[in-house]
């Protein structure tokens, strides 16, 4: 199985951007995922579901992960929508989220000198903003090119596309995202791979949805477009869990 390669960036100081090889395959790469600053705010607060109490001792993941990882990936792939051949959308909730943490916390227990009590806090504090609330769906956005020249000359045609993605509710109007609520993941030149969005749903939509309307999902950049309409009900209705 792929360790978790850890890389740095200079352009993004002592924030660092990991590698995360979940299922890579020849045709896809390991997904970037970023560790966010503790004092960044992606949406509004709401009472945590995963806290230190209830996060497992490094000895208690390290026993339950042969069968906790294959039921995520399993997870996963309900809470997954493909745009096109290079954008995928991952929606996280409690599940991944927990997830992520725990293997961030796996990866820094090798880390000679390591706090153990600030880095626990440290992943909550990072990664509590990408569960949704109940009111919301909030989803990690990839570009996902193979090739290094090809991805470097994607990013740079597709600056805005992570303000172009989209979900609809039948009955509905198109309900953009609300992307990188904590940075900028963009610049004059190019985009980044990866992305952090929010999709801030009506009490309609939520009824709507609970009801059992279909619900699609797109992008509509100008160098990049595709919708799924509907999206498969296995994912529709992994996503309407989410909803209060």
Do not use: C
């Not at 927990?98 to 990072?126: F, H, K, P, T």
């Not at 009955?171 to 963009?186: N, V």
């Not at 992305?195 to 797109?218: I, P």
Request: glycine share 4%.
């Amino acid at each position: 199985m792929p360790r978790l390669n850890l890389i740095r960036f200079p352009s993004i100081a002592q924030h660092r951007i990991r590698y995360f090889a979940q299922g890579a395959t020849r045709n896809r790469p390991p997904i970037e995922m970023y560790r966010l600053p503790t004092d960044w705010i992606m949406a509004k607060k709401s009472t945590p579901v995963l806290t230190r109490a209830n996060l497992w001792s490094l000895e208690e993941y390290t026993k339950r992960r042969p069968t906790f990882r294959p039921e995520v990936m399993a997870h996963k792939k309900n809470r997954t929508v493909h745009l096109g051949n290079h954008l995928a959308l991952q929606f996280e909730d409690e599940m991944t989220v927990r997830y992520q943490i725990q293997e961030m916390l796996r990866e820094d227990s090798e880390v000679e000198g390591a706090d153990a009590g600030d880095n626990v806090q440290n992943e909550l504090d990072a990664y509590l903003p990408l569960i949704p609330d109940g009111s919301n769906l909030k989803a990690t956005m990839m570009l996902e090119y193979t090739d290094e020249v090809e991805r470097k000359r994607q990013l740079a045609q597709l600056i805005g596309i992570e303000d172009r993605i989209w979900i609809q509710v039948e009955g509905s109007s198109k309900l953009y995202s609300i992307a990188d609520e904590d940075q900028d993941r963009e610049n004059d030149y190019k985009t980044s791979s990866v992305h952090f969005l929010r999709f801030e749903l009506t009490k309609e939509m939520k009824a709507a949805l609970k009801y059992g309307v279909g619900l699609a999902v797109g992008v509509d950049h100008p160098r990049y477009k595709a919708a799924i309409n509907p999206i498969p009900q296995t994912v529709r209705n992994a996503l309407v869990a989410d909803l209060k």
